[in-house]
């Protein structure tokens, strides 16, 4: 199963982005997928995540900004990002829980995409 990442780039602080992941090989039922992220010299953080039914979780600095979403048909999950601020910055990293038939579930990641928010 590979996770493709798009959407990141530079944009002012209030600005918007959108990035998307798309799940793509083999046989495959996904379950939930998220978005970390990681900015420079700190570790990876939990910023959205959606389960299978819809159910949806924030971390609290982006609750109110972001919204993630999914597409089940298109294996695509979105993360909407309005009222950036300069300390979002960092590579946001896609992830999904994924039972492959014949191999298993288990835990895949995106290549990560860059986020930039200039004050």
């Known amino acids: 199963v590979q996770l493709q990442a798009s959407g990141g780039g530079l944009v002012q602080a209030g600005g918007s982005l959108r990035l998307s992941c798309a799940a793509s090989g083999g046989t495959f039922s996904i379950y939930t997928m998220a978005w970390y992220r990681q900015a420079p010299g700190k570790q990876r953080e939990l910023v959205a995540a959606i389960s299978g039914g819809g159910s949806t979780n924030y971390a609290d600095s982006v609750k109110g900004r972001f919204t993630i979403s999914r597409d089940n048909a298109k294996k695509t999950v979105y993360l909407e990002m309005n009222s950036l601020k300069v300390e979002d910055t960092a590579v946001y990293y896609c992830?999904?829980?994924?039972?492959?038939?014949?191999?298993?579930?288990?835990?895949?990641w995106g290549q990560g995409t860059m986020v930039t928010v200039s004050s």
């Open positions: 992830n999904a829980d994924v039972y492959v038939r014949d191999s298993g579930r288990g835990y895949f």
